[in-house]
């Protein structure tokens, strides 16, 4: 049942995914996301789940489809869904690499419900899992993973939004020798790419969204690294929201167990465009190809997974460990 519901999941990024590339590179972020998000709505709508959506695209009166507490499915196992149905809308539109389709679920109650905040972010990969905290200077931070993968600092690759409010962290790790890996959008890919061998990503820090924390949260307990937050309040409207939900110290360190609480979630990636982690959906005159990845916390797995959709065909299964 488990390996059955992964594989559902799996087609709902999937159907996102495809949905949003025919957007690639039209200059649309727009109808990029909404053709993302409709699809996603349509594939959750004939599962046999009874789940709710605790991060979606917003609150109910600003987002017609996947809004935070939406309820998706045909009825069934009750799950908590966080989604981003089209992270890095404008990779999509300017046909720039790392845009995906991404989903964590997990059982009911498990998923932090973070308000649409900032969150400063440090994540590193399984080898470095001891090594990194929140509350360390980037400095810090920074050669304590090169110790802990036995690297020269100036291997280290740290990934960050290109930000103006990065500009002092930019600065400090780049005093280190350290290098740096800037992406204009996609944190969840920052993140979890600190995690999967062959991005060249070894840390990501910065602020991003608090939403895709919960996201990155996810893939990292099912990977096993390290991920921690703290949020960012920009006002007491968002701060009240945070106390309204929050199932910890919401001006302590969130680690994983706050922002998912459970062993058993499950993190799932569909490549829209090229990047380091996944390929991009990539139409051919009989159908198109997909490369995701499925993240298991109960058992620890970690898929890559490319599909294959024939038009007027059943698709066909090709699945690399």
């Given at each position: 049942?488990?390996?059955?519901?992964?594989?559902?999941?799996?087609?709902?990024?999937?159907?996102?995914?495809?949905?949003?590339?025919?957007?690639?590179?039209?200059?649309?972020?727009?109808?990029?996301?909404?053709?993302?998000?409709?699809?996603?709505?349509?594939?959750?709508?004939?599962?046999?789940?009874?789940?709710?959506?605790?991060?979606?695209?917003?609150?109910?009166?600003?987002?017609?489809?996947?809004?935070?507490?939406?309820?998706?499915?045909?009825?069934?196992?009750?799950?908590?869904?966080?989604?981003?149905?089209?992270?890095?809308?404008?990779?999509?539109?300017?046909?720039?690499?790392?845009?995906?389709?991404?989903?964590?679920?997990?059982?009911?109650?498990?998923?932090?419900?973070?308000?649409?905040?900032?969150?400063?972010?440090?994540?590193?990969?399984?080898?470095?899992?001891?090594?990194?905290?929140?509350?360390?200077?980037?400095?810090?931070?920074?050669?304590?993973?090169?110790?802990?993968?036995?690297?020269?600092?100036?291997?280290?690759?740290?990934?960050?939004?290109?930000?103006?409010?990065?500009?002092?962290?930019?600065?400090?790790?780049?005093?280190?020798?350290?290098?740096?890996?800037?992406?204009?959008?996609?944190?969840?890919?920052?993140?979890?790419?600190t995690s999967?061998e062959g991005?060249g990503i070894?840390?990501?820090?910065?602020?991003?969204?608090?939403?895709?924390?919960?996201?990155?949260?996810?893939?990292?307990?099912?990977?096993?690294?390290?991920?921690?937050?703290?949020?960012?309040?920009?006002?007491?409207?968002?701060?009240?929201?945070?106390?309204?939900?929050?199932?910890?110290?919401?001006?302590?360190?969130?680690?994983?167990?706050?922002?998912?609480?459970?062993?058993?979630?499950?993190?799932?990636?569909?490549?829209?465009?090229?990047?380091?982690?996944?390929?991009?959906?990539?139409?051919?005159?009989?159908?198109?190809?997909?490369?995701?990845?499925?993240?298991?916390?109960?058992?620890?797995?970690?898929?890559?997974?490319?599909?294959?959709?024939?038009?007027?065909?059943?698709?066909?299964?090709?699945?690399?460990?």
């Amino acid at each position: 049942m488990r390996n059955t519901r992964i594989v559902e999941m799996l087609e709902v990024t999937e159907a996102a995914a495809l949905a949003a590339a025919r957007w690639m590179g039209k200059g649309d972020k727009h109808s990029a996301d909404r053709a993302a998000v409709e699809a996603m709505r349509e594939a959750f709508d004939i599962l046999e789940i009874s789940g709710e959506i605790v991060i979606g695209e917003g609150e109910r009166d600003e987002a017609p489809m996947l809004y935070i507490g939406e309820k998706v499915g045909g009825g069934g196992e009750p799950i908590d869904i966080a989604v981003d149905p089209l992270e890095g809308t404008n990779l999509t539109a300017y046909g720039q690499p790392n845009s995906l389709a991404v989903l964590a679920f997990g059982p009911k109650g498990t998923l932090l419900n973070a308000p649409d905040t900032y969150m400063w972010k440090i994540a590193t990969g399984p080898a470095a899992a001891g090594a990194v905290h929140i509350d360390a200077t980037p400095t810090e931070n920074v050669r304590n993973v090169a110790k802990a993968l036995n690297r020269p600092v100036e291997d280290i690759v740290v990934c960050v939004l290109d930000r103006d409010r990065h500009a002092d962290l930019i600065a400090e790790v780049r005093q280190t020798g350290a290098r740096i890996r800037l992406i204009s959008d996609g944190d969840v890919f920052g993140a979890v790419a600190t995690s999967i061998e062959g991005t060249g990503i070894h840390l990501y820090m910065g602020a991003g969204g608090a939403p895709e924390g919960v996201l990155a949260a996810a893939a990292m307990k099912c990977i096993g690294g390290t991920f921690m937050g703290r949020f960012g309040f920009r006002n007491d409207e968002e701060r009240a929201r945070a106390e309204k939900m929050a199932r910890c110290d919401i001006d302590g360190v969130l680690d994983m167990d706050c922002l998912v609480n459970t062993d058993e979630a499950a993190f799932i990636a569909t490549g829209v465009t090229d990047g380091e982690m996944l390929r991009g959906v990539k139409y051919f005159g009989q159908g198109a190809r997909t490369h995701s990845v499925a993240m298991d916390g109960k058992t620890g797995t970690v898929r890559f997974i490319e599909t294959v959709y024939r038009t007027g065909a059943e698709r066909f299964w090709v699945r690399m460990d």
